[in-house]
């Protein structure tokens, strides 16, 4: 029986799966978004409020 195979390392490879779903994840909803007109910036004080982390002026 053979050792298992890593891209990484045995640690790093989840860690490295779930930094690369929620990248695509990311670049998906930003792409969408552009589509309907809105801007980087309105797309991140969206994400902000909903994360419950909205600056206040």
Do not use: H, W
Request: glycine share 8%.
């Amino acid at each position: 029986m053979s050792p298992p195979a890593y891209i990484i390392s045995r640690v790093a490879d989840p860690i490295f799966g779930v930094f690369i779903g929620v990248s695509a994840a990311v670049m998906r909803i930003n792409r969408e978004e552009k589509e309907k007109g809105k801007t980087t910036q309105d797309i991140v004080e969206a994400a902000r409020r909903r994360l419950g982390f909205a600056t206040r002026s």
